[in-house]
């Protein structure tokens, strides 16, 4: 009785750890592949809205305003994300915002609208004096 | 004998439970990275699901150039490109009173009212035209090194490369020290690195609208 006892011990703790050494190599595996995937997506960055700002080539998203924007307010927040540190200059009509990226190139601005139309124009500088525009138009009506 | 079979059947089915439980378990830790995939690919598409419902917002209004006038439609240039508004339920205002649309002049600008019916489907409200010129005034936004520095007139060297650059400086010129705080012209000095926005005026010349120290002040 006790041998059998033994045995079956030692068979189950065999598998045991087998299955286990089985799961252990098939996430070993999965999580290599992962990482060379996330390099791979490092060194040929894709052009998605937040991924990669390149630090040598000027880059700028403005996430708000959105397009075509019907405002009820007067002041609004230009909002975005550029290189690191770039200056970026805000112009509502003929009238200028200056402001800075932040490390992480995040920058926000509160401009004040005219009633009526707007058209805004957000330029990104950077020290080297590369820049790079976007336009759109907001209206504002009371 | 049966009862040790059974005895050692469960012993192994129990070991076996308990090595492989143990393992599954550790795949539910926080730093999983396949679960972080998940979270990410989660987060991305309500971010998507967001912009998306945003521009579903029932009315929005855009700022256009008009490029052509007709009975019927209204062609429009939005940051270059056009679009044919059908005036049929458009109403064309001017100043709060409503004008026939003969009134609209080519090169003139309007603001373009609709109403979001769905993702494929807009309905113009209201054309309401604008008697100001939106046009942007031709404008220079640099930074470099100031070359040299008058009462009335500056010229620099942008850090772009680009020619050395003359503009005028006159009273509604802003002047600021490196954190925006006004400063005087005193204070600005050959070599100083700044930036500079300025704006041609009719005759061609550049008028500063804002020079910026991109330093403390040395002199």
């Known amino acids: 009785m006790r041998k059998e006892i033994l045995l079956a011990i030692f068979v189950g703790m065999s598998l045991g750890l087998m299955i286990t050494f089985g799961i252990y190599q098939g996430r070993q595996n999965s999580t290599t592949k992962q990482n060379t995937d996330s390099n791979r997506a490092i060194i040929n960055p894709v052009s998605s809205d937040s991924a990669t700002l390149q630090k040598n080539t000027a880059e700028l998203v403005v996430n708000s305003p959105e397009p075509n924007l019907l405002s009820k307010e007067e002041e609004i927040i230009v909002s975005g994300m550029s290189n690191p540190n770039n200056f970026i200059i805000i112009f509502v009509n003929d009238q200028e915002y200056i402001t800075n990226a932040d490390e992480a190139g995040n920058f926000s601005s509160k401009v004040t609208l005219e009633e009526g139309g707007n058209l805004l124009n957000v330029t990104s500088l950077d020290e080297d004096g590369r820049k790079v525009e976007k336009q759109l138009s907001v209206i504002y009506e009371k | ?219």
Do not use: H
């Open chain 2, 1 to 219: 004998m049966k009862n040790k079979i059974y005895l050692s059947f469960a012993i192994i089915v129990s070991l076996l439970l308990t090595n492989t439980s143990s393992v599954m378990a550790e795949e539910n830790v926080e730093n999983n990275p396949t679960l972080n995939n998940i979270r990410k690919v989660i987060q991305e598409k309500k971010v998507e699901l967001g912009s998306g419902a945003s521009t579903l917002r029932k009315n929005q209004a855009y700022l256009a150039k008009v490029v052509r006038v007709s009975a019927e439609t209204l062609t429009v240039s939005v940051q270059g490109l056009q679009n044919v508004i059908p005036l049929d339920s458009a109403q064309v205002m001017q100043d709060g009173k409503e004008i026939t649309i003969d009134k609209l002049a080519v090169d003139s600008w309007v603001g373009v009212f609709e109403e979001v019916i769905d993702e494929n489907n807009k309905k113009i409200n209201k054309i309401v035209a604008y008697s100001k010129d939106f046009e942007p005034k031709e404008r220079i936004v640099t930074v470099g090194s100031l070359r040299t520095i008058g009462r009335n007139d500056l010229s620099i060297t942008p850090r772009s490369g680009e020619e050395e650059l003359k503009m005028s400086l006159g009273k509604n010129s802003v002047l600021q020290d490196m954190s925006g705080e006004t400063a005087k012209i005193s204070q600005f000095y050959e070599d100083l690195q700044c930036l500079i926005i300025a704006f041609a005026d009719d005759n061609g010349n550049y008028m500063i609208s804002t020079m910026r120290a991109l330093s403390t002040f040395e002199k």
